[in-house]
């Protein structure tokens, strides 16, 4: 710890904290709106999580509970790393479960469990912009928000589904935030936008690289972009939870062998460790105690 | 039964510890001191301060130890280390007119005052591998010559002197330069905000969109006006006593390319200017970012905007290593969840095409 002394608590100055404050606030008065902030070098590759590690370095209070979540999980390596660098550089209480939590950073993925008003949620956020992969030019895109300009957007998912049938957008699935800004929800699969609208909790997204903060304030409406005769969907399984047997939950596919043999499990490592010591048991589970031991190693 | 295939936190300690032994190599070899670093890879030391954009020759080579030699890791680490420094306040501009020259060279003069000198240079040595650096050979001291002491003019200012040249630059002199560490970059850039992005940006990167612009991919006619490396002084002024005190001193290359203009409505043809300014000694990124940074400046003087190297925001986005490293290698993370969401994509679309009937309905969906 003597070697970190000289970093304050949560690794970033003071000053940038406020700095980047005042963009949240700003970022939560205008929902949506992509907030510019002097973003900070991290002590971790951009594209890592540096947006998401430094809203959550300067809303973290020594009283804070921290979960960190990679693809629903809090076992996978950048997790790990993550929540290992703010239990050094700020020595705050850290859990697995959704519930216990004050600040929960993802990538990827938005808890099963529905969050309360005492939460936040920080997105870690590689490209800010919806409109980049249609317009590259920052000067462009900046004005086609200004002025609502979202037809471009529009003849995309048109295009998409001319050409498949189905809007082929299946994670950071564009939305439309309080009737103004097209907001990039950061790469959830579209399955979890509807988690999105009207929730209790506050959404904040950071994108390090970018230097981009945004937010979605509590009860917020978000509607995910879609036609009247295309309304959006979301991804169905069409089997449960092959530990805790949920259904309606996302799942990660898990190769067996390389005889084809498949299984599904939640991508929500709590959601599906809470279930399992509640008793539920999916097709493939042992009872409670011994899976949910296993799957958390 | 399911095996999670998840890494722990024991796994990164293990990897971890791995690197470290990997770092240090054979036990039975001496460890290389941080000293030997900056003693005898300066250059490399001089890369990691010029794109960390911090002038700090003990850390930067702690930074080159520390990355194994890695010098886009090196310059990463500096950067997270420079990041959280507070900002006391900006010094005056250096005067690199008043340069401590130890070479200076024009292509453009044959001779000129202050005279041409050549200084520890790689150019006119033939690249033959020296077998006596196998062995610790002595080297011969170096022959000096006698510094004059007075300050020699840049070849700018030749050319300014009959207006040649535009001027050195058309902000007032009392304008607060803008700091892209501090304040979210905004495009178009401002060419001191640009000037800043440059000097920090990839060598590599910069050196191929410079070499681009000589191949014809906007072309703008560079002389190597002048390459100048040594010391400079860094002086601050300090509110509370009134006047500048000296920080010390850095060494920097700077380098200016004259470029040719025909001259507008408004403007008589004159030769327009490149700039390079780099920490350390770095001639390849000095004049790369001269290049550039002419190049960048096509709007300016209404010039046709058709190439890569003119493209403020291609090429100053994409310019800085730290952040395109990690972007790039951030593919090595779990992507899972989102795989998963395009492997149903495919296998619906590939159920529908090879069973038409549904697609109607299942597009409706």
């Known amino acids: 710890m003597s070697a970190l002394a000289t970093y304050n608590f949560a690794y970033l100055d003071e000053q940038t904290k406020r700095m980047i404050r005042r963009a949240i606030l700003k970022a939560i008065a205008i929902p949506g709106y992509q907030v510019p902030f002097a973003s900070r070098e991290m002590p971790m590759p951009y594209g890592w999580g540096t947006g998401g590690v430094q809203l959550t370095a300067a809303i973290l209070g020594p009283d804070d509970v921290l979960k960190v979540i990679d693809q629903g999980a809090d076992d996978t390596t950048n997790a790990v790393s993550i929540r290992a660098f703010f239990q050094k550089v700020a020595a705050v209480a850290v859990t697995t479960r959704t519930a216990e939590a004050t600040i929960i950073q993802t990538r990827h993925r938005i808890p099963e469990a529905e969050l309360t008003a005492n939460q936040v949620l920080v997105y870690q956020v590689p490209i800010p912009e919806p409109l980049r992969f249609l317009e590259p030019r920052e000067t462009e895109t900046r004005q086609m928000h200004a002025l609502s300009e979202y037809g471009l957007m529009h003849v995309k998912l048109y295009e998409d589904i001319a050409r498949n049938g189905h809007i082929a957008t299946t994670y950071a699935y564009p939305v439309m935030v309080e009737g103004r800004y097209v907001m990039d929800p950061s790469p959830i699969p579209k399955f979890d936008n509807p988690k999105m609208h009207r929730s209790q909790a506050l959404q904040l997204f950071g994108a390090g690289r970018e230097k981009r903060i945004y937010a979605i304030p509590p009860h917020t409406q978000v509607v995910s972009l879609d036609f009247e005769d295309h309304p959006f969907t979301i991804q169905h399984f ?26 599904f499990v939640c991508s929500d490592t709590d959601h599906c460790e ?21 799957a958390a190693e | ?13 293990n990897a971890h510890q791995l690197l470290a032994d990997r770092r240090r190599g054979a036990r039975s070899i001496p460890a290389l001191t941080v000293a030997q670093i900056g003693e005898q890879l300066g250059l490399a030391v001089d890369r990691v301060m010029a794109e960390a954009s911090l002038y700090d020759r003990a850390l930067a080579a702690l930074s080159i130890k520390q990355a194994r030699g890695d010098m886009i890791e090196a310059i990463f680490l500096l950067r997270a280390y420079r990041t959280t420094l507070p900002r006391f306040g900006y010094s005056d501009p250096v005067d690199t007119g008043a340069m401590e020259i130890e070479r200076r060279i024009s292509a453009t003069y044959k001779d000129l005052p202050g005279g041409q000198l050549l200084g520890p240079t790689f150019d006119y040595t033939h690249r033959l591998l020296d077998p006596s650096l196998l062995e610790d050979a002595a080297v011969a001291a170096p022959v000096r010559r006698e510094c004059g002491g007075e300050a020699v003019g840049r070849v700018s200012d030749i050319l300014g002197d009959e207006g040649l040249i535009e001027p ?52 703008t006619h ?55 300014l780099v920490f350390g000694q770095s001639e390849r990124k000095a004049m790369a970012m001269a290049l550039v940074d002419r190049a960048l400046r096509a709007e300016e003087f ?64």
């Open chain 2, 168 to 219: 050195d630059s058309r902000e007032p002199l009392d304008k607060v330069p803008g700091d892209i560490t501090r304040e979210p970059m905004d495009f178009p850039l401002s060419r001191d905000e640009r000037l800043q992005a440059l000097a920090r940006g990839d060598e590599g990167f910069l050196l191929a969109l410079a070499y681009s612009t000589q191949r014809g991919y906007a072309r």
């Open chain 2, 1 to 13: 039964m399911y095996v999670a295939v998840k890494g722990g936190e024991a796994a990164i300690a």
């Open chain 2, 302 to 365: 209404g010039e046709d905007i058709v190439a890569p190297a003119q493209d403020e925001e291609f090429v100053i986005a994409h310019s800085d290593n730290v952040q395109a490293t990690g972007f790039v290698e951030h593919l090595k993370l779990p992507h899972y969840v989102d795989f998963q969401a395009e492997l149903d994509l495919v296998r619906r679309m590939r159920a529908e095409q090879q069973d038409p009937s549904t697609a109607s309905r299942e597009a409706a969906e």
């Open chain 1, 274 to 294: 809470t279930r399992r010591a509640e008793g539920h048991v999916g097709p493939e589970g042992m009872p409670s105690g011994y899976g949910a031991k296993e």
């Open chain 1, 238 to 263: 069409d089997r449960p939870c092959a530990l805790c047997g949920a259904e309606g939950v996302y799942l990660d596919e898990v190769v067996l062998d390389d005889r084809g043999s498949r299984m």
């Open chain 2, 222 to 276: 560079p002389f190597a006006g002048e390459i100048r490396i040594g010391l400079v002084e860094v002086e601050i002024e300090l509110p509370e006593l009134g006047f500048s005190v000296s920080l010390g001193e850095i060494r920097v290359t700077e380098c200016q390319s004259v470029n040719q203009f025909k001259g507008s409505a408004t403007e008589p043809p004159q030769f327009t200017r490149g700039y390079g």
